[in-house]
């Protein structure tokens, strides 16, 4: 069977010579079909070009926010724990508080309820580090609730307390001097001897001669070495508390002298069993010793004349 053949004829938009050729139907449709081939490859390489290319981009931006996800985390995580502290600060506080003044205390159910529930969350299309962050958001957002509830409370003790003033004057809620802290209330480590024991109160350095003075009214109940405290200072405020200052320098009170919150009682020193210059400073309750830090309450909670700094 003879192949058709297919006459193409050129001619030229001005002047000049046509062409005419002939071609093959087999070649023409062999052509045809490279052309059509060459096409759906070069389409289709260049589609999954483009989708790599794009899935390259789309998985560096989850990396970068990945990243991003992980420093919030860790900056929320810092918050938490300062939170976490601060809350229970002032928890122990408020224990204290009701526990001079033989308020009662909190029902924990009631405490719960200050919490609040926590928001519906759909984890079911977050990655973990978007289901990590949401967590430590609503971490923080418990504490603050809680930290709000607390602050509620402290209000309404101060209110009660109002009645009280004369309890409330009576109560070591300011530090004794300006210094820094040296040694906390707690199971310590002697810096003289190296034994580990309770260390019944705060230690506080600073200066000889830096200024002592009353963490709240009582009547002076001793004055004198006290041996390995050395010059010593006891005030009874009443209501069972009585506040102990020790390794003093100079007196400027004497036993039975009555004194109100912030009055100068002493000079700081380093008399008796002391490797320097600070102020041990107690605070007993009942004849048992307690942590004086939390008697001390916020500026706001204490009579303007109180302060000594």
Same mark, same amino acid.
């Given at each position: ?9 050129v ?5 000049? %010579? ?16 490279f052309?059509?081939?060459?096409a ?17 981009? %789309?998985?560096a931006h ?7 996800l ?10 938490i724990?300062d939170l976490?502290d ?7 506080k408020?224990k204290?508080?009701r526990a ?14 200050g919490?609040?529930?926590?928001e ?7 990655s ?13 957002d ?6 709000t509830?607390?602050t ?16 409330l ?8 001097c ?7 209330? /707690? ?8 034994? %580990? ?11 000889t ?18 041996g390995?405290?050395?010059?010593t ?10 506040t ?9 009170v004497?036993? /039975? ?6 009055? %100068?009682?002493?000079e700081?020193?380093?008399? /008796?069993?002391?490797?320097?210059t600070?102020?041990h400073?107690?605070?007993q309750?009942? /004849?048992?010793?307690v ?6 309450l916020s ?11």
């Amino acid at each position: 069977m003879q192949r058709r053949k297919y006459t193409i004829l050129v001619i030229p938009n001005g002047k000049g %010579k046509s062409y005419r050729f002939s071609v093959d139907s087999v070649i023409l449709t062999s052509l045809a079909a490279f052309s059509i081939i060459f096409a759906a490859f070069t389409f289709f390489f260049s589609y999954d070009y483009f989708f790599e290319q794009f899935d390259k981009s %789309k998985l560096a931006h989850l990396q970068s926010e990945k990243v991003l996800l992980c420093n919030k985390i860790d900056g929320m995580s810092s918050t938490i724990i300062d939170l976490q502290d601060s809350y229970e600060n002032i928890v122990d506080k408020e224990k204290a508080i009701r526990a001079i003044f033989d308020l009662p205390d909190i029902d924990p159910q009631e405490r719960q309820l200050g919490i609040g529930g926590p928001e519906l969350f759909d984890y079911t299309d977050k990655s973990d580090a978007e289901m990590l962050a949401y967590q430590t958001e609503s971490e923080i957002d418990e504490l603050v609730r809680l930290s709000t509830f607390e602050t509620q409370q402290f209000k309404a003790i101060y209110e009660k307390l109002l009645d009280k003033k004369d309890d409330l004057d009576h109560m070591p809620s300011i530090m004794p001097c300006a210094g820094y802290l040296t040694r906390g209330y /707690g199971i310590k480590k002697h810096p003289i001897s190296g034994f %580990k024991s309770l260390h019944a109160g705060l230690d506080i350095a600073n200066r000889t001669g830096t200024p002592v003075y009353a963490t709240a009214s009582g009547v002076v109940s001793s004055v004198g070495n006290n041996g390995r405290l050395g010059k010593t200072v006891v005030i009874d405020h009443g209501n069972g508390i009585k506040t102990k200052y020790g390794h003093l320098n100079k007196y400027t009170v004497k036993k /039975g002298t009555k004194v109100n919150r912030g009055d %100068k009682i002493a000079e700081m020193g380093s008399t /008796g069993y002391s490797t320097g210059t600070h102020l041990h400073y107690e605070v007993q309750l009942n /004849g048992q010793s307690v942590n004086p830090q939390k008697f001390v309450l916020s500026p706001e909670m204490v009579n303007e004349h109180s302060s000594v700094y």
